[in-house]
């Protein structure tokens, strides 16, 4: 593997471990500059959370686009030292406020996963993007797995010790990248940065005036909206369905992000030279509709324990349908298309919690006229089902246009 490859690997991975390592501290770091109880401290986590995840969503065209003007190397390298200094900051937060303006910044500097995507798509032939973007799919499923459990025995000394160590592994990332990390935005595809489509809206009305790329953009969105039920509502779903404790709830998690790694890392390229990209979303949505529907309705722990990594077979849905939409924009709009599909990741991380945790809650209250822990799950498999209808009605490109302007 490629030093450089390498490097965006690992920067996917840290952003992904990033956000892990310091769950597992948070409820006790909050308490400990509030003085509050657990629940309070419960909603000013939420409310971090989602200052995260507003970042991400307003800023990922923003480094997407400064990525195509400026180029890759210095965005990913500023994000990185700007990244292990946020760190730093709030390991030696003393209040919320500064606790809150260091979600701020690391929203920001998440963000740059578009521009990891972006060189990505710079150095791959068209025909093998797809499976590029399932290595680095791959590399933030090993960041989701390895974070909360370095976080859990980093909290064992401390609840600042996890900042410490997101602090140091970015500012080593962004050491050894400015050794190995070559240029590759020339002055052939450099292109001028626009406010007007420096912004998610701005970026989704230009992406959106490519043949076919508007159906897709949605397709995306509808399969990320589905695909957030397990962080926001698993460990709810297994201690009601199946009376898991925390051990096994993490496990699952666990077992489900090493076959996402191993998915899209692996095997997402037989699939994709058997099925070829189109069949592959295809396959990906069936695949998921069943899945969800099976996890719905299963009474069983173990089953579901069996089920949970077997589920991850459909994660070759996002590289697949990033490879399609990379061949529809120009090498000058790279950037910009990664920032736009970053900003509805960060848009589904806000709106299908909201959605997933009401349906729960909705379906096993006392007073429900059904009682139905999976309820989320069948949400999730009829907006599986409405993208694959996207997808399926939405013209299909022959060939790959040029820039957008």
């Known amino acids: 593997?490629?030093?450089?490859?390498?490097?965006?690997?690992?920067?996917?991975?840290?952003?992904?471990?990033?956000?892990?390592?310091?769950?597992?501290?948070?409820?006790?770091?909050?308490?400990?500059?509030?003085?509050?109880?657990?629940?309070?401290?419960?909603?000013?986590?939420?409310?971090?959370?989602?200052?995260f995840a507003?970042?991400?969503f307003v800023f990922g065209p923003v480094i997407g686009g400064l990525s195509d003007r400026f180029g890759r190397r210095p965005v990913l390298l500023t994000s990185l030292v700007v990244m292990a200094l946020d760190y730093l900051v709030m390991a030696v937060a003393g209040s919320i406020l500064l606790l809150l303006?260091?979600?701020?910044?690391?929203?920001?500097?998440?963000?740059?996963?578009?521009?990891?995507?972006?060189?990505?798509?710079d150095i791959s032939d068209p025909e093998e993007r797809a499976a590029n973007f399932g290595l680095i799919g791959a590399a933030f499923g090993m960041g989701f797995v390895l974070g909360p459990l370095l976080g859990g025995l980093l909290g064992e000394y401390g609840t600042r010790a996890p900042f410490y160590a997101a602090a140091g592994l970015a500012a080593l990332n962004a050491l050894f990248g400015y050794v190995v990390l070559k240029e590759t935005v020339t002055d052939e595809i450099r292109r001028p940065f626009r406010w007007t489509r420096a912004n998610p809206f701005g970026s989704f009305r230009q992406l959106g005036r490519l043949p076919g790329?508007?159906?897709?953009?949605?397709?995306?969105?509808?399969?990320?909206?589905?695909?957030?039920?397990?962080?926001?509502?698993?460990?709810?779903?297994?201690?009601?369905?199946?009376?898991?404790?925390?051990?096994?709830?993490?496990?699952?998690?666990?077992?489900?992000?090493?076959?996402?790694?191993?998915?899209?890392?692996?095997?997402?390229?037989?699939?994709?030279?058997?099925?070829?990209e189109r069949g592959t979303v295809i396959y990906g949505h069936l695949f998921d509709t069943a899945a969800f529907l099976a996890l719905a309705f299963v009474t069983s722990g173990t089953l579901a324990l069996i089920l949970t990594p077997l589920a991850a077979l459909a994660a070759v849905i996002t590289p697949a349908l990033q490879g399609i939409m990379s061949k529809a924009v120009g090498r000058d709009a790279q950037g910009e298309l990664q920032g736009a599909l970053t900003s509805i990741m960060a848009l589904a991380m806000i709106l299908s919690p909201m959605m997933m945790t009401g349906t729960f809650a909705a379906f096993t209250d006392a007073d429900a006229p059904l009682?139905?822990?999976?309820?989320?799950?069948?949400?999730?498999?009829?907006?599986?089902?409405?993208?694959?209808?996207?997808?399926?009605?939405?013209?299909?490109?022959?060939?790959s246009v040029g820039g957008i302007g």
């Open 101 to 121: 303006l260091g979600r701020i910044v690391g929203g920001i500097t998440a963000a740059t996963q578009a521009t990891a995507n972006a060189y990505m798509a």
């Open 213 to 276: 790329v508007g159906p897709l953009l949605i397709v995306f969105f509808l399969y990320q909206v589905a695909f957030m039920v397990y962080p926001a509502i698993w460990a709810y779903f297994g201690k009601e369905r199946f009376g898991w404790d925390p051990a096994t709830i993490g496990l699952s998690l666990a077992l489900f992000g090493i076959m996402m790694a191993v998915v899209q890392g692996g095997l997402i390229r037989p699939v994709l030279r058997i099925l070829g």
């Open 1 to 51: 593997m490629r030093p450089a490859v390498l490097f965006i690997l690992l920067t996917v991975m840290i952003d992904s471990m990033g956000i892990g390592l310091i769950i597992p501290v948070m409820p006790d770091l909050i308490q400990e500059v509030r003085g509050a109880d657990l629940g309070t401290a419960a909603l000013w986590g939420g409310v971090l959370s989602t200052t």
């Open 371 to 399: 009682y139905l822990p999976g309820a989320p799950f069948v949400l999730s498999a009829l907006l599986i089902l409405a993208g694959l209808t996207v997808f399926l009605r939405a013209p299909r490109r022959r060939r």
């Open 54 to 56: 507003v970042m991400q």
